[in-house]
Nanobody, 114 residues
């Protein structure tokens, strides 16, 4: 049974940082690229970051470049998203998603507010 469990979200002030984790099980984690999406209330789900299966290459949405960093530890079956200089517009539920699959976690809420 595939499981993706995101954690690390919370309430943070503008300019603050959070590190999200995505613990994976039930599939060969190291064989899949991992992506991070977010969904804010009333908005469509959007891709924010991705990392290749081996971790050698990453890609980011334009509006998070320079602030977010995707990484992974294949020995721990875990993906990470380091988020720095968070802004109110980053408020959303963040979800991890191995590509190409139909697997999704439940997400973790990130709220950026003073």
């Amino acid at each position: 049974q595939v499981q993706l469990v995101e954690s690390g979200g919370g309430l943070v002030q503008p300019g603050g940082s959070l590190r999200l984790s995505c613990a994976a099980s039930g599939f060969t984690f190291s064989s899949y690229a991992m992506t991070w999406y977010r969904q804010a209330p009333g908005k469509e789900r959007e891709l924010v970051a991705g990392i290749t299966a081996g971790g050698g290459s990453t890609d980011y949405a334009e509006h998070v470049k320079g602030r977010f960093t995707a990484s992974r530890d294949n020995a721990k079956n875990t993906a990470y998203l380091q988020m720095n200089n968070l802004q109110p517009e980053d408020t959303a539920v963040y979800l991890c998603h191995p590509r190409p699959t139909n697997f999704w976690g439940q997400g973790t809420q990130v709220t950026v507010s003073a």
